[in-house]
């Protein structure tokens, strides 16, 4: 068993910036994937960044040149740096851990981009 814990969401202005961090404990195998996903009201839950445990990435369109993801294997723990935030960036932010034919998701962190 995988259990994640995410941090770091809040509310923040629009052009602002917020950093997510989600840290892995229990069975960690390689290789495996680490990503960012998140769902708005209404809306089903979507792709915002993943990155392998070699470090290729790959982004949502909507949120690249704004949003980065990096990881630290050492720690098992995935963050998310989010700049020039929008509002319809506003969603729960859920982090999701891949080994080779499972898949493991966090509890979910708001982030809200509001004035």
């Known amino acids: 068993q995988v259990q994640l814990v995410e941090s770091g969401g809040g509310l923040v202005q629009p052009g602002g910036s917020l950093r997510l961090s989600c840290t892995a404990s229990?069975?960690?195998?390689?290789?495996?994937?680490m990503g960012w996903y998140r769902q708005a009201p209404g809306k089903q839950r979507e792709l915002v960044a993943i990155i392998t445990n070699g470090g290729t990435t790959n982004y949502a369109n909507s949120v690249k040149g704004r949003f980065t993801i990096s990881r630290d294997n050492a720690k098992n723990t995935v963050y998310l740096q989010m700049n020039s935030l929008k509002p319809e960036d506003t969603a729960v932010y859920y982090c999701?851990?891949?080994?080779?034919?499972?898949?493991?998701w966090g509890q979910g962190t708001q982030v809200t981009v509001s004035s």
């Open positions: 999701k851990f891949q080994p080779r034919g499972s898949a493991y």
């Open positions: 229990g069975s960690i195998f390689s290789p495996n994937v």
